[in-house]
């Protein structure tokens, strides 16, 4: 079982930039993909980006590709996002999530869940 801990959220102008983390348990974070995903207030939780187990590959959704970045620390036990350029409609809770499949993008996919961490972009 994995337990995971996202900080670094906040308030931040359009055009900024924020660095979330996810803190995992466990001592085989490295057989987990990683994803985030946020939810918008009366929306649905929808992916952004995942980091696959053992490789690390990486993979966006459209609307953050070249903003973005997912990177990983498997000796940190911690996965990031990097936002870049942050625009009001990236205003979310964003999520950390964990899985042993090989590749996920359905949230469905996804065993283990942080508690969320509030991302706030003002104009």
């Known amino acids: 079982q994995v337990q995971l801990v996202e900080s670094g959220g906040g308030l931040v102008q359009a055009g900024g930039s924020l660095r979330l983390s996810c803190a995992a348990s466990?001592?085989?974070?490295?057989?987990?993909?990683m994803g985030w995903f946020r939810q918008a207030p009366g929306k649905e939780r929808e992916f952004i980006a995942t980091?696959?187990?053992?490789?690390?590959?990486?993979y966006y959704t459209d609307s953050v590709t070249g903003r973005f970045t997912i990177s990983r620390d498997n000796a940190k036990n911690t996965v990031y996002l990097q936002m870049n350029n942050l625009k009001p409609e990236d205003t979310a809770v964003y999520y950390c999530?964990?899985?042993?499949?090989?590749?996920?993008?359905?949230?469905?996919?996804?065993?283990?869940w942080g508690q969320g961490t509030q991302v706030t972009v003002f104009s």
């Open positions: 466990g001592r085989t974070f490295s057989s987990y993909t």
């Open positions: 999530a964990a899985t042993t499949r090989f590749i996920a993008t359905m949230r469905d996919s996804y065993e283990y």
């Open positions: 980091s696959r187990r053992n490789a690390g590959s990486t």
